[in-house]
Structures are given as C-alpha cells and as structure tokens.
C-alpha cells in the first residue's frame, strides 16, 4: 500500500454565508416548478440545497426558529421542505447539519454553529426575491429567455 497526497487539496476558507452568495439561484425544474438551490459549503459530502420556492419562506422560518430557540434531538417521509429541517436538523461537535429533502443522494447542509445566524439572516433576507423570482419562472416567458434566474 502507498502513501498518496491529493496534489491539488485546497483548504475551503469560505464561510457559508459566502458560499450561498455564490451558488443561490432560482430556476424551473423538469415538471415546471421553480425551485430556488444553493450550497451552504463546497467538497465532498456536501451538496445543493434544492426546494420548491413556494416551501423556502417556511423552510427559512423553521431555521430561523432552530437559530433563536435551539436545536432538539431529532426522524423520515414525504415532507415539505421546513418539514424535513425540522427533523434532520442536528448539532454536533460544533457543527449544524440539516437536510430539505430525503432519500437516496439527498446531502445535508452543514455549517459551523457560529455561522448559524449568520446563514439563517442571509436566508431570510432572500425570501422577497426567491418568491418573486419563482413567480416571474412560473409565467409563461414568451420571449424565450433563460429559465433560471440569480437571486
């Protein structure tokens, strides 16, 4: 067996609340919904968050509640988004992780605990525009223009 190091290993300084500045977007999914994702970090193991924008306002107030409140110990269905946090959301080792989804392939969103705020004022703060960018997806553009927007 050898010993290998990863040449190109970088060490990720970005905050989460950078990392969702970056990747946050709203577009249509395969069955017309508009959906709003982003990442809260980059590497393996993490993922986009992906939801319906008609579940993100809620979604961003069940973390809001977890920012102000606590984070309970933890359960898995067909659930909404906001359901789903409530659910997976979990603190560990000075880590918060929580998920929008389920099922195979689904990645949680982790985030330092003193990023929690942060992360969740940056959120709630997108919420107008989220809402606003789904609905103008959701009318039908007749000019042919692009089918994702940046929030």
């Known amino acids: 067996m050898s010993d290998k190091t990863n040449i190109f290993a970088s060490d990720h300084t970005e905050s989460p609340a950078q990392v969702i500045r970056?990747?946050?977007?709203?577009?249509?999914?395969?069955?017309?919904?508009?959906?709003?994702?982003?990442?809260?970090?980059?590497g393996k193991g993490s993922g986009a968050q992906v939801l319906p924008v008609d579940q993100y306002r809620d979604y961003v107030m069940a973390l809001e509640g977890y920012s102000e409140n606590g984070i309970p110990e933890a359960e898995d269905e067909n659930l909404s988004a906001a359901e789903t946090v409530r659910r997976t959301i979990r603190q560990d080792d000075g880590q918060i992780s929580f998920r929008v989804r389920s099922g195979k392939g689904s990645k949680p969103a982790k985030l330092g605990t003193e990023d929690f705020s942060e992360v969740v004022e940056l959120l709630r703060s997108t919420v107008d525009a989220v809402e606003n960018a789904g609905t103008k997806l959701s009318t039908p553009d007749l000019t042919g223009g692009n089918s994702e927007t940046e929030v």
């Open 22 to 42: 970056q990747t946050m977007s709203v577009s249509v999914n395969d069955e017309g919904t508009p959906q709003v994702s982003f990442a809260t970090n980059r």
